[in-house]
């Protein structure tokens, strides 16, 4: 079960950066086709959206868990407990989220990849909870891991907000550029005060995706059985 889920993890951990990097190919194509003169703003709008930089993290968590399944035994050290937390967190929100509200949207045709949209948003999603929920050495997760699992997206999507309106998006013309229409205050009918309840619904998302996975990692886990912690006592 350990060798099944340590190669699983590594499969895995591959698909994504296959999937970014073919994501990355297109755009770079396209940018180019389309003669943009400013391809490193381009690359920096890339690797901007949330998808791309949690599925990357995603990729060395995998495969920090493949190499403990192989290299050890007994439950998994805290550490490693809270980053598998937000990993999974993370990608799986990034599925409901992208199933929800972005798989309709039009794109241009040249960007079209569904192969690498479904690993991203589908296969590996679905993937991750499945080896949160069944993989063999799960440690319990602290409570409060939960706070600093959602530090990071309202982080993200401060620095964007403060960004967005300073980069240029040389396919509309537009002084602005959000990477996704449901942050962008000209395409919401509220301006910012849509933008606002967007952020907070999905940080209650966030919150929520978070919750469940640490409540679930505390049913029946054993203890780590060595110091490898963050410090301080279980809560």
């Known amino acids: 079960m350990r060798r099944f889920f340590a ?25 180019v086709e389309r003669g943009d003169q400013h ?41 490693l ?27 241009e045709a040249a960007l079209e990849q569904p192969w690498a949209n479904e690993v991203l948003h589908t296969i590996v999603p679905v993937y991750a909870l499945l080896d949160w929920l069944l993989a063999p ?4 997760v602290r409570w409060r891991t939960v706070g600093g699992i959602v530090v990071y997206p309202v982080l993200w999507a401060a620095c964007t907000l403060v960004r967005a309106p300073f980069v240029l998006d040389e396919g509309t013309g537009n002084p602005w550029w959000y990477p996704y229409p449901f942050l962008d205050p000209h395409e919401s009918a509220g301006g910012y005060g849509t933008v606002a309840v967007w952020v ?36």
Do not use: C, K
Request: no cysteine; glycine share 10%; hydrophobic share 55%.
């Open 7 to 31: 190669a699983a993890r590594v499969l895995t951990g591959l698909a994504l950066v296959v999937a970014v990097a073919g994501r990355l190919q297109a755009y770079l194509r396209f940018w």
């Open 39 to 79: 391809l490193a703003v381009d690359v920096a709008n890339f690797f901007s959206y949330f998808t791309i930089q949690t599925s990357l993290f995603h990729a060395v968590v995998f495969a920090l868990g493949a190499w403990f399944l192989l290299a050890r035994r007994g439950a998994e050290p805290r550490w």
């Open 81 to 107: 407990g809270v980053l598998r937390a937000a990993a999974t967190t993370y990608t799986v929100t990034t599925g409901v989220v992208y199933n929800a509200l972005l798989r309709g949207l039009p794109q």
């Open 137 to 140: 050495g799960r440690s319990p």
């Open 200 to 235: 907070a619904a999905i940080a209650v998302l966030i919150t929520a995706m978070a919750s469940l996975l640490v409540g679930f990692s505390r049913r029946g886990a054993r203890p780590p059985d060595d110091d490898d912690d963050l410090g301080g006592p279980s809560d």
